[in-house]
């Protein structure tokens, strides 16, 4: 039974094709139309209450969460390729900038745009200066997280930041530019942009704004 992805291009479900295509595995695209409110309907809130995409079903098995969803396919599907193993060390960097991505940096730049109010002691994405230096520490002196090797961690932490330079959501650093550069230039990308720009052409969407 192929793997069903709850997928609209302008959602978090666009970087899951890219999981998808890297893990190398068949999958099935559900569109859900975000635009119309469908993402609440109780087809997808009855798996997800949360109604929200993107939102996995592998057989009996319903993964929510962008990070949650690329260390899941990594772990079943790509074991030691796009994952370390289990008892390889390297999974301590490979989960801490898996979950940096959404726990940190997507709050923390919400915080900086809003203008937020809060104490950085007390939220969990702190300082918006401490974080972009992390972030640097990340890939400083390596290609990808893990030194040379590519793995799931790049796609979600990489894809944050690609994400993010693309509409001018983060100061385009040298070191942050030339990281999205070698994680665009992966063949899997090329097939989930090539993926979700069909589903776009088919269903006669533009993003918003252009």
């Not at 809003?114 to 390596?142: H, K, Q, V």
């Given at each position: 039974m192929a793997i069903v992805l709850y997928h609209h291009p302008f959602s978090r479900a666009a970087n899951t094709v890219w999981m998808l295509e890297e893990v190398g595995v068949e999958y099935e695209?559900?569109?859900?139309?975000?635009?119309?409110?469908?993402?609440?309907?109780?087809?997808?809130?009855?798996?997800?209450p949360m109604g929200k995409l993107p939102l996995l079903v592998d057989g009996g098995t319903v993964?929510?969460?962008?990070?949650?969803?690329?260390?899941?396919?990594?772990?079943?599907?790509?074991?030691g390729r796009l994952a370390p193993k289990l008892d390889d060390a390297a999974r301590g960097a490979y989960f801490r900038w898996s979950l940096f991505a959404p726990s940190v940096i997507e709050p923390g730049s919400m915080a900086k745009?809003?203008?937020?109010?809060?104490?950085?002691?007390?939220?969990?994405?702190?300082?918006?200066?401490?974080?972009?230096?992390?972030?640097?520490?990340?890939?400083?002196?390596?290609?990808?997280?893990?030194?040379?090797?590519?793995?799931?961690?790049?796609?979600?932490?990489?894809?944050?930041?690609?994400?993010?330079?693309?509409?001018?959501?983060l100061e385009p650093r040298p070191s942050f530019t030339g990281y999205a550069e070698r994680v665009k230039a992966r063949p899997a990308y090329a097939k989930s942009e090539a993926r979700n720009k069909a589903v776009m052409d088919e269903r006669g969407l533009k993003m918003p704004g252009a």
């Open positions: 695209l559900k569109f859900v139309d975000i635009m119309a409110g469908d993402q609440k309907k109780e087809d997808v809130t009855k798996l997800n993964v929510t969460e962008s990070a949650a969803i690329g260390l899941y396919l990594a772990d079943r599907y790509a074991p745009a809003g203008n937020w109010e809060f104490r950085a002691g007390s939220a969990g994405w702190g300082n918006y200066d401490d974080m972009l230096a992390t972030m640097e520490s990340a890939i400083a002196g390596r290609d990808f997280v893990l030194g040379k090797e590519f793995s799931m961690a790049d796609v979600i932490f990489g894809g944050t930041i690609a994400y993010m330079l693309d509409f001018k959501m």
